[in-house]
């Protein structure tokens, strides 16, 4: 992977040292050395550097254990394949919920990440906008979906996945133009209390998450966005 003049995760200029530092991947977590490296910690190495999004999907499932799908998100999202917006959010969302409540001890039925990963696929970029339904808060739905296996007809299954997407969604009213990290970050959290209550996990909530990507949003809330750094609100 090239090195560019900003962090490919957060966008701050690059620091060029004379000698080389201790490093640890976003993705993978190894570690290794660089000269090369963003001030606020971030680095890529090349060999994750060059998967496409959804192998770095499957890469960061199979390697976590962690329960939090919060924790689970920031790895994914901090791959430089993954635009600041775009439809692969959509599928992101429900395969991290539904790996994290795996994690968590839950019973997963064994088609449900194949299920939630080809179903988010689905789910068209700009839906928030043009139909009514932001694409990650679908996605909890269909994590709920494919985790308790629903259908149409299924009444109880049906509206429970119906629910949480309802649920997402009410959390996602705030007057702001698009931005799909948001939407996600809001889609975990909202995910951790529905799932826990609704189907009894055991899901995280992970640590407090503070944006690293508003330098690369135009259309940026700032202040009015409750992961925007404190500092610079």
């Not at 939630?116 to 339904?133: E, K, M, T």
């Not at 109880?156 to 948001?182: F, G, V, Y």
């Not at 951790?192 to 995280?204: I, P, Q, R, S």
């Not at 998450?209 to 135009?218: D, F, L, P, T």
């Amino acid at each position: 992977m090239q090195h560019r003049e900003n962090c490919d995760v957060c966008g701050t200029a690059l620091i060029y040292a004379p000698e080389d530092i201790p490093v640890k991947c976003s993705i993978c977590g190894r570690e290794s050395k660089a000269r090369i490296y963003c001030p606020n910690g971030h680095h890529v190495c090349p060999e994750c550097g060059n998967l496409e999004v959804l192998e770095v999907l499957e890469k960061v499932i199979s390697s976590t254990t962690s329960a939090s799908p919060s924790e689970i998100l920031e790895r994914v999202m901090a791959h430089p394949k993954l635009t600041m917006h775009g439809a692969n959010h959509h599928f992101i969302v429900p395969a991290v919920i539904v790996a994290a409540a795996k994690n968590a001890g839950y019973e997963v039925p064994v088609e449900a990440l194949p299920q939630a990963i080809q179903r988010g696929l689905q789910v068209p970029g700009g839906w928030c906008g043009f139909c009514g339904a932001c694409g990650a808060g679908i996605g909890v739905g269909i994590a709920v979906g494919a985790l308790t296996m629903s259908t149409p007809l299924n009444g109880k299954k049906r509206t429970l996945a119906l629910e949480a997407t309802s649920t997402t969604l009410s959390r996602m009213t705030d007057n702001a133009p698009r931005c799909c990290k948001k939407a996600c970050r809001i889609a975990m959290e909202t995910a951790v209390d529905f799932l826990n209550k609704k189907l009894g996990t055991k899901l995280e909530k992970g640590s407090p998450v503070v944006c690293v990507y508003s330098a690369r949003n135009k259309e940026c809330a700032k202040g009015a966005c409750p992961y925007y750094p404190a500092e610079n609100a």
